[in-house]
């Protein structure tokens, strides 16, 4: 790392280096919203950045400034989120406070019975593959960005688009060149290069698509502009203040509990996204964070940041693994730069222009970086598994339940809308795989060899 977790960068490289973090979270933090309430409604894109900066910020406090990761829109509350804004802004408030007290639940609970049972139930042959899964999962999001130019294959505008899958490309190939080969002045901002050289690639085609008439080359979609003059829009809606003026008697109780279930569980489902996030974190950082600062303050930091969020933009915010990749691949841990990182997600939410300019990004640019940020999630993991002897057949079985259960989309329907699904799962069978295995001895003849 050029700068650890308590360094002072240079204001000049800090500025950049929060600028390089907020490029490569933007997207995915105003993209829940845009997914689950397009019309704005309740959700936006601006009260989404406010959201995940003051969350972010409630969760370096908790963790001391230890912990070097941003807090964004969760993508795995997408489905109680369509729940909650069935009752308004009075619902994502609650659930969001479900989802808090319990992440803070489980914090008491490390508190009090202490950190050896991860070590005992998450050695590094369950937490390895599990992490490479956060990465995995995330590979066909990617993937869509860069084939269809769109945050959603189904959608009526979305198309098969060869000259959205070269630039994609070509800009992920100017992020791992400058990543690697560039000067050394440069060399810790491959994600601003390669957005900048793709976004100006773009502009190149989306003039000539207009003058010739191609669609398939119009890979900016100037619309968003046209909102700009509405000044309307340069005003966020913020969660806590559509409550206040919201008929609480008109809100249907019956389904309050419908989402309180949705959240709750879901919190669950988070929390092993918690796990492998940090494990990943202090991988990378060569130190325990469940250690120091503590499990349970990055679990209180987390819960309280959510529900922080979710007052100000209505989505509970989680930690993003597009941050870890970009505080690995630009070697800054510096905590000042999460820091900035989210005041300037605040600021940029009031400057209406830049959201939108933002949300011109090209899907298929923005998926480049997603290559290099998932892909680098998903070796993280791998690399956990490089002291682990995967001939003994009790380690093999073990990560080959990890992986086939998650790759398999393997979920637990309980009835009544309680589905578990995605990483939780697949870290279930693997903890039940490893308890199971580590009893038993390995073959005489094996082990001899």
């Excluded at 974190?281 to 303050?297: Q, T």
């Excluded at 998932?374 to 339940?401: C, H, K, Q, T, W």
Aim: charged share 10%; proline share 4%; hydrophobic share 55%.
């Amino acid at each position: 790392m050029k700068y650890d977790v308590g360094d002072k960068p240079p204001f000049k490289e800090n500025l950049i280096c929060a600028l390089q973090q907020f490029l490569a979270i933007s997207a995915a933090t105003i993209l829940v919203p845009l997914i689950v309430d397009p019309t704005g409604e309740y959700l936006n894109m601006a009260s989404a950045l406010i959201g995940a900066g003051f969350g972010t910020i409630v969760y370096l406090l908790f963790t001391q400034f230890k912990s070097p990761v941003f807090l964004g829109s969760s993508f795995a509350f997408i489905g109680p989120l369509f729940m909650a804004i069935g009752c308004g802004f009075f619902g994502l408030i609650i659930g969001a406070l479900v989802a808090c007290l319990v992440y803070v639940l489980i914090a008491v609970i490390v508190l009090a019975g202490g950190i050896r049972w991860i070590n005992k139930y998450l050695p590094p042959i369950v937490i390895g593959p599990t992490v490479a899964l956060i990465g995995f999962f995330l590979a066909g999001t990617a993937m869509t960005y860069v084939m269809y130019n769109e945050y959603n294959a189904a959608l009526p505008t979305a198309s098969y688009n060869m000259f959205a899958i070269i630039l994609g490309l070509f800009a992920f190939m100017v992020i791992a060149y400058t990543s690697v080969r560039a000067r050394s002045s440069i060399r810790m901002y491959p994600f601003i290069v390669g957005i900048a050289v793709g976004y100006v690639a773009a502009l190149i085609l989306t003039g000539i698509g207009m003058a010739t008439g191609i669609q398939d080359l119009q890979l900016i979609d100037f619309s968003p502009f046209e909102k700009i003059g509405d000044f309307n829009n340069w005003i966020p809606q913020l969660t806590f203040v559509g409550l206040l003026g919201q008929d609480l008697s008109a809100v249907d109780m019956s389904k309050i509990v419908t989402i309180i279930v949705a959240y709750f569980v879901t919190a669950f489902v988070v929390f092993t996204e918690h796990l492998g996030d940090h494990k990943n974190i202090s991988s990378i950082l060569k130190r325990n964070l469940f250690a120091d600062p503590g499990l349970h303050r990055t679990l209180v930091g987390d819960g309280v940041g959510s529900f922080v969020g979710a007052i100000f933009g209505g989505v509970p915010n989680t930690t993003y693994g597009e941050s870890i990749g970009c505080v690995a691949l630009s070697k800054n841990a510096s905590t000042r730069t999460i820091l900035l990182t989210a005041f300037i997600c605040i600021v940029v939410a009031f400057i209406y222009p830049i959201v939108v300019f933002v949300e011109t990004l090209p899907w298929c640019v923005i998926g480049s970086t997603c290559i290099a940020l998932y892909g680098f999630i998903s070796v993280s993991g791998l690399r956990m598994l490089s002291g682990v002897e995967l001939m003994d057949p009790r380690n093999l079985y073990v990560v080959a339940a990890v992986f086939i259960c998650g790759l398999g989309g393997l979920y637990f329907d309980f009835g009544g809308g309680v589905v578990i699904d995605s990483l939780a799962p697949a870290l279930i069978v693997g903890i039940i795989t490893n308890i199971v295995m580590k009893n038993h001895l390995m073959n005489p003849e094996l082990e001899e060899a």
